[in-house]
């Protein structure tokens, strides 16, 4: 008994560290994917803020994710966007409560691993878009400047080719310099912090010495800055949908964007959960239906006070595990910090430089970029490498939704090429009447008048040896249509040899398949 409540005891301990140590990575974080997103500059903290307590203190006792932090994810700021763009900020929770609906039918059905269904190349095109589309914003906020894409068509490309302008407005123009300082001392102590700090210095977060050595900074020197506007209220900035909010729901697009908004989500929270399991020893694997009902009670929440959509965040889910969280404890106390911080202590929020904040997410734009994904993925499947480029290049050139939809589509041509390609070598030896075809690829009925006239070609009489090695995949029809051949063909004198064992795994594989369906 005295051993159980000292184990319990422990475990308590290390949930309160890991917690504060979230809590800390959580405020700035929330704060800045707020701005990111297109919310209203005096409405973004609130927003922001009240999504990472909605994140901990709902999200975090329901997860099947016993160590996953939830909260507004940058993986969302892009897609939140173009929401509040085309449909308005008013609209926005209507939209998320809509994303909540489908994640909570499909953990109750449980869809939940088919959200996990999607290629890591789309998944890693995506992010990689993602961070180009934060990077290239946040760099112009980062000089007190508004993004020149603004609600303009092909706005993220607009962002990326006037960076250069923002440069120059930040060496040069008084109004931009102070900003421009304020931005780069936030990225250098993220930069170096990160290089040079040890291993359990790094518990300290990052982006939080950035944040709060910049903010000494503006203070100290009375820079001329933009700060974050704070409410006298937390909840000032949220509000319930009104009656006439809902006729938003005879839109079309709205369900699409709801819909759209429950795929990227819940792809981005099982994808965070399957990496908090890879990490940790202590704690329960995921339940994936139950964390997916989880973030669609948090979503649906989230519509009704009208504030950012919350999911799985790896940052904050990896530094909870490296801090040495055990329970689903942690995850609810970094909720319950941040709500005490901002009812007691919301004046020193409106210290922090806007800058700062844009700072740290043009630093974490640039490292959802990874050039060295890219090139593995080519080196090694150049068909996955166009899923991933087709993928960035719909949503850099586009916006997410397109760009989701142009991956998939890539994904679903591959997987038809990957069925549907049979490749066939024939070696003939006419002297010692000898035949040796490789087969490569899946042997299925698309490719069964290809197959049927490749083994036609085989003269009767001859040593027929069929290589079956690098045959992914034989459907009933091509089995069948090769046992009918091997007949004919031995009874008209040939020999036929077959690799039996391929043969017999490739059938056992297909009727596991098939028994696993019914």
């Given at each position: 008994?005295?051993?159980?409540?000292?184990?319990?005891?422990?475990?308590?301990?290390?949930?309160?560290?890991?917690?504060?140590?979230?809590?800390?990575?959580?405020?700035?974080?929330?704060?800045?994917?707020?701005?990111?997103?297109?919310?209203?500059?005096?409405?973004?903290?609130?927003?922001?803020?009240?999504?990472?307590?909605?994140?901990?203190?709902?999200?975090?006792?329901?997860s099947g994710s016993p160590l996953q932090v939830s909260g507004p994810a940058a993986g969302l700021t892009v897609m939140v966007a173009d929401f509040i763009q085309k449909y308005g900020f008013e609209t926005l929770g209507i939209i998320v409560m809509v994303g909540g609906l489908v994640q909570i039918v499909a953990g109750l059905f449980r869809l939940g691993p088919v959200f996990r269904a999607v290629s890591p190349a789309l998944i890693q095109g995506m992010l990689a878009g993602i961070g180009v589309l934060i990077?290239?914003?946040?760099?112009?906020?980062?000089?007190?400047?508004?993004?020149?894409?603004?609600?303009?068509?092909?706005?993220?490309?607009?962002?990326?080719?006037?960076?250069?302008?923002?440069?120059?407005?930040?060496?040069?123009?008084?109004?931009?310099?102070?900003?421009?300082?304020?931005?780069?001392?936030?990225?250098?102590?993220?930069?170096?912090?990160?290089?040079?700090?040890?291993?359990?210095?790094?518990?300290?977060?990052?982006?939080?010495?950035?944040?709060?050595?910049?903010?000494?900074?503006?203070?100290?020197?009375?820079?001329?800055?933009?700060?974050?506007?704070?409410?006298?209220?937390?909840?000032?900035?949220?509000?319930?949908?009104?009656?006439?909010?809902?006729?938003?729901?005879?839109?079309?697009?709205?369900?699409?964007?709801?819909?759209?908004?429950?795929?990227?989500?819940?792809?981005?929270?099982?994808?965070?959960?399957?990496?908090?399991?890879?990490?940790?020893?202590?704690?329960?694997?995921?339940?994936?239906?139950?964390?997916?009902?989880?973030?669609?009670?948090?979503?649906?929440?989230?519509?009704?006070?009208?504030?950012?959509?919350?999911?799985?965040?790896?940052?904050?889910?990896?530094?909870?595990?490296?801090?040495?969280?055990?329970?689903?404890?942690?995850?609810?106390?970094?909720?319950?910090?941040?709500?005490?911080?901002?009812?007691?202590?919301?004046?020193?929020?409106?210290?922090?430089?806007?800058?700062?904040?844009?700072?740290?997410?043009?630093?974490?734009?640039?490292?959802?970029?990874?050039?060295?994904?890219?090139?593995?993925?080519?080196?090694?499947?150049?068909?996955?490498?166009?899923?991933?480029?087709?993928?960035?290049?719909?949503?850099?050139?586009?916006?997410?939704?397109?760009?989701?939809?142009?991956?998939?589509?890539?994904?679903?041509?591959?997987?038809?090429?990957?069925?549907?390609?049979?490749?066939?070598?024939?070696?003939?030896?006419?002297?010692?009447?000898?035949?040796?075809?490789?087969?490569?690829?899946?042997?299925?009925?698309?490719?069964?008048?290809?197959?049927?006239?490749?083994?036609?070609?085989?003269?009767?009489?001859?040593?027929?040896?069929?290589?079956?090695?690098?045959?992914?995949?034989?459907?009933?029809?091509?089995?069948?249509?090769?046992?009918?051949?091997?007949?004919?063909?031995?009874?008209?004198?040939?020999?036929?040899?077959?690799?039996?064992?391929?043969?017999?795994?490739?059938?056992?594989?297909?009727?596991?398949?098939?028994?696993?369906?019914?």
């Amino acid at each position: 008994m005295l051993l159980l409540k000292a184990l319990l005891a422990r475990s308590i301990v290390h949930d309160v560290f890991a917690s504060v140590v979230v809590f800390l990575v959580a405020l700035p974080l929330s704060m800045g994917i707020a701005i990111a997103s297109g919310v209203p500059m005096e409405k973004a903290a609130s927003v922001g803020l009240v999504t990472a307590i909605i994140g901990g203190l709902v999200v975090g006792p329901l997860s099947g994710s016993p160590l996953q932090v939830s909260g507004p994810a940058a993986g969302l700021t892009v897609m939140v966007a173009d929401f509040i763009q085309k449909y308005g900020f008013e609209t926005l929770g209507i939209i998320v409560m809509v994303g909540g609906l489908v994640q909570i039918v499909a953990g109750l059905f449980r869809l939940g691993p088919v959200f996990r269904a999607v290629s890591p190349a789309l998944i890693q095109g995506m992010l990689a878009g993602i961070g180009v589309l934060i990077f290239a914003s946040q760099f112009h906020v980062m000089v007190d400047d508004i993004p020149p894409g603004t609600d303009r068509e092909f706005g993220g490309v607009i962002n990326l080719w006037l960076i250069p302008e923002a440069v120059f407005k930040g060496v040069t123009e008084p109004a931009h310099q102070p900003a421009a300082v304020i931005g780069l001392l936030t990225i250098a102590i993220l930069s170096l912090w990160a290089a040079l700090a040890s291993k359990a210095l790094r518990l300290v977060p990052a982006a939080l010495l950035g944040v709060v050595a910049a903010t000494a900074a503006a203070s100290s020197f009375d820079l001329d800055v933009r700060n974050v506007p704070v409410p006298e209220r937390l909840l000032d900035a949220a509000r319930a949908p009104h009656l006439a909010d809902l006729d938003a729901l005879r839109d079309i697009g709205v369900w699409l964007a709801g819909l759209s908004l429950a795929f990227v989500a819940s792809a981005e929270s099982l994808l965070t959960a399957t990496a908090a399991d890879s990490l940790q020893r202590h704690a329960e694997r995921t339940g994936y239906n139950r964390e997916i009902i989880a973030q669609g009670t948090g979503n649906i929440l989230c519509g009704l006070l009208n504030v950012l959509p919350v999911t799985g965040v790896i940052v904050r889910t990896s530094a909870n595990v490296m801090a040495g969280a055990r329970t689903r404890l942690s995850s609810f106390l970094h909720g319950a910090w941040i709500l005490l911080f901002v009812l007691l202590l919301p004046q020193l929020l409106s210290m922090i430089p806007v800058a700062a904040l844009a700072a740290m997410l043009v630093y974490t734009g640039a490292k959802l970029v990874k050039v060295d994904v890219a090139k593995d993925l080519w080196r090694q499947d150049r068909i996955e490498a166009v899923v991933f480029g087709v993928t960035f290049a719909g949503i850099v050139g586009f916006d997410l939704l397109t760009g989701i939809l142009l991956g998939l589509g890539a994904s679903l041509a591959r997987l038809v090429y990957t069925f549907s390609h049979l490749a066939i070598r024939i070696e003939k030896d006419d002297d010692s009447k000898f035949v040796h075809m490789f087969l490569d690829g899946a042997a299925t009925f698309i490719r069964l008048p290809r197959f049927a006239s490749a083994l036609e070609e085989i003269p009767p009489g001859y040593d027929a040896h069929i290589h079956l090695g690098r045959l992914t995949y034989i459907d009933h029809a091509c089995l069948t249509m090769l046992i009918e051949w091997g007949k004919n063909f031995e009874a008209a004198g040939g020999r036929l040899h077959l690799d039996r064992d391929i043969l017999h795994r490739l059938f056992d594989e297909q009727a596991s398949r098939s028994a696993n369906t019914t």
